[in-house]
């Protein structure tokens, strides 16, 4: 009995001590969440870091918030709230069925950016992530946001048009879109070369890195994605675009031409572009040092 009585007094004891603990400890987190959600059962991975002027940056495709490490830490050291938001089905993010279009990754911003009160945000996006911030400026007439930066740019549409003889070509979208289906391992493990705008530009260790995350999206919405890109006409749009924009560019991308980025320059009134004349698609790191004191820059302007 006296055995018992002792472990149960020592039992009481330390239950007692721990909550005592959880009551007077002091959080270490600032309790931001990790995942919003956007609609029923469907979450996005949110990168929150810093504090002060938030900037908001929106990945290409297929990789993830993870494009932009050497981002996060430069810009929470110069003062400012960085914001990395996977799209779904991509990363971390959930991967649900159903569309994956342009009003669907707009929508899905408004969502986060509304619930983590952001506003006077300078928003990024890389190459199809081009695509996805200018729809989301001109579909929502700049909500929250009070410049836009568009990184490698997919131009105002990706694909030659009618009047429009940048980018792929029909052909060559179509194999592009065929390769997710049937050999998407082949394609991501050539994507991450083509991100050299120079040979050696980028480190085997960097282009192995850029891989492991394109092949941690959905392969559906790999596809699903790519295509809707390819649909996209932003053309009509541009003209209502009336915020700061600057367009950063590699002079020797491979991927998303710099004439296409010109092209975007011409119809954005009092936009300006920032030529990497090293860099190529992977300009943010082949030149990291210039693209993150011309973000900066751009942020505080």
């Given at each position: 009995m006296k055995t018992i009585a002792l472990t149960i007094t020592f039992l009481f004891t330390f239950i007692q001590s721990q909550l005592l603990f959880a009551q007077t400890r002091k959080p270490a987190s600032?309790?931001?969440?990790?995942?919003?959600?956007?609609?029923?059962?469907?979450?996005?991975?949110?990168?929150?870091?810093?504090e002060g002027q938030p900037v908001v940056l929106i990945h290409g495709w297929p990789?993830?918030?993870?494009?932009?490490?050497?981002?996060?830490?430069?810009l929470v050291e110069k003062g400012f709230r960085v914001i990395g938001i996977s799209l779904r089905g991509f990363g971390k993010s959930d991967r649900p069925y159903g569309k994956y279009d342009f009003d669907t990754f707009s929508d899905d911003i408004k969502v986060v950016l509304e619930k983590l009160k952001v506003e006077n945000a300078t928003l990024g996006g890389f190459s199809m992530g081009s695509a996805?911030?200018?729809?989301?400026?001109?579909?929502?007439?700049?909500a929250h946001i009070s410049?836009?930066?568009?990184?490698?740019a997919t131009g105002p549409?990706?694909?030659?048009?009618?009047?429009?003889?940048?980018?792929?070509?029909?052909?060559?979208?179509?194999?592009?879109?065929?390769?997710?289906?049937?050999?998407?391992?082949?394609?991501?493990?050539?994507?991450?070369?083509a991100f050299e705008g120079q040979e050696g530009g980028l480190s085997p260790e960097?282009?192995?890195?850029?891989?492991?995350?394109?092949?941690?999206?959905?392969?559906?919405?790999?596809?699903?994605?790519?295509?809707?890109?390819?649909?996209?006409?932003?053309?009509?749009?541009?003209?209502?675009i009336k915020m700061p924009v600057a367009i950063f560019h590699g002079v020797n991308d491979k991927l998303c031409s710099?004439?296409?980025?010109?092209?975007?320059?011409?119809?954005?009134?009092?936009?300006?572009?920032?030529?990497?004349?090293k860099g190529g698609h992977g300009l943010f790191l082949e030149e990291m040092d210039k693209f993150n004191a011309e973000l900066e820059k751009f942020a505080r302007m």
């Open positions: 600032l309790g931001r969440e990790e995942y919003i959600e956007v609609e029923k059962n469907v979450k996005l991975h949110v990168i929150d870091l810093g990789l993830n918030n993870e494009m932009y490490e050497y981002q996060y830490q430069y996805v911030t200018l729809h989301f400026v001109t579909k929502y007439k700049g410049k836009l930066a568009l990184f490698g549409s990706w694909k030659q048009r009618e009047g429009y003889p940048y980018g792929i070509t029909d052909q060559g979208a179509a194999d592009l879109i065929k390769q997710t289906k049937t050999s998407r391992e082949q394609l991501v493990a050539g994507f991450g070369k960097s282009i192995k890195w850029l891989e492991t995350i394109n092949l941690n999206a959905s392969p559906y919405a790999t596809t699903q994605a790519i295509t809707a890109l390819r649909d996209l006409d932003l053309r009509p749009e541009l003209s209502k710099l004439a296409g980025a010109e092209q975007l320059q011409k119809a954005i009134k009092g936009s300006y572009i920032v030529k990497f004349e």
